[in-house]
């Protein structure tokens, strides 16, 4: 089976541009995460679906907002970006309520 | 609020010696889930166990050993007879089961970077 993948695996964008990054989670799994990882720091959490419902949001700007499918798949977007933006963002999928969730390898964003 | 603190940013170890990676944690809930992930240079986050704040019993997979203790609030992860393999950031985080969390919205520590040499 596949895991969950993430595309695409690299992007470079200016500042002011807009972006969106995509998630496949694991077949049967029905609850997407969105996170942030910023270079030498731990993960921060963006969004949660479930369901295709939003479920969670961290503490970022509107500029960032996402949406789940009928398919369980996800997509996420960021507006008017800046040079802090530039990060590996991490979509995990899990098949049940605080059950291990598993990460895809990432989309790394650049900003320039 | 919930944090999650991994105080040790860096170690370094020779090959066979055993490590132990702090994690220390606050929630002011009293169900909760403690994970711990390990990401290699190729970026993706690897599970390695998930924890409910009902069970203190100590854990052992093959080299890895994971001791949690509530009354500490401390989940702390021991490598024994490490290898170059090993070598990566390992990460602790931290759910809590609120009403509506259907998934595992995740609080991350800084992550502590293992670095083994042979």
């Known amino acids: 089976d596949a895991g969950v993948t993430q595309s695409p695996t690299h992007l470079i964008k200016t500042r002011g541009q807009q972006v969106t990054l995509r998630c496949s989670p694991i077949s049967g799994h029905k609850s997407v995460s969105w996170y942030q990882q910023v270079l030498g720091q731990g993960p921060q959490f963006i969004f949660q679906?479930?369901?295709?419902?939003?479920?969670g949001r961290g503490n970022f700007p509107d500029r960032f907002s996402a949406r789940q499918f009928p398919n369980y798949s996800s997509e996420l977007n960021v507006n008017a970006l800046l040079l802090g933006d530039s990060a590996l963002y991490l979509c995990?999928?899990?098949?049940?309520?605080?059950?291990?969730?598993?990460f895809g390898q990432g989309t790394r964003l650049t900003v320039v | 609020a919930q944090k999650v603190t991994q105080a040790q940013t860096e170690i370094s170890v020779v090959e066979k010696e055993d490590v132990t990676l702090d994690c220390v944690y606050e929630t002011r809930d009293t169900t909760y889930y403690l994970f711990w992930y390990k990401q290699p240079p190729s970026g993706e986050l690897v599970f390695l166990i998930r924890?409910?704040?009902?069970?203190?019993q100590n854990e052992i997979s093959g080299r890895y050993s994971w001791n949690f203790q509530k009354s500490t609030s401390s989940f702390n992860f021991t490598i024994t007879a490490s290898q170059v393999v090993d070598s990566a950031v390992y990460f602790c985080a931290l759910s809590e089961a609120v009403r509506g969390n259907a998934g595992n919205m995740l609080t991350f520590g800084g992550g502590t970077r293992l670095m083994v040499k042979p």
């Open positions: 679906y479930y369901e295709k419902e939003e479920r």
């Open positions: 924890r409910n704040s009902f069970d203190e």
């Open positions: 995990a999928s899990s098949l049940l309520q605080n059950t291990e969730a598993f």
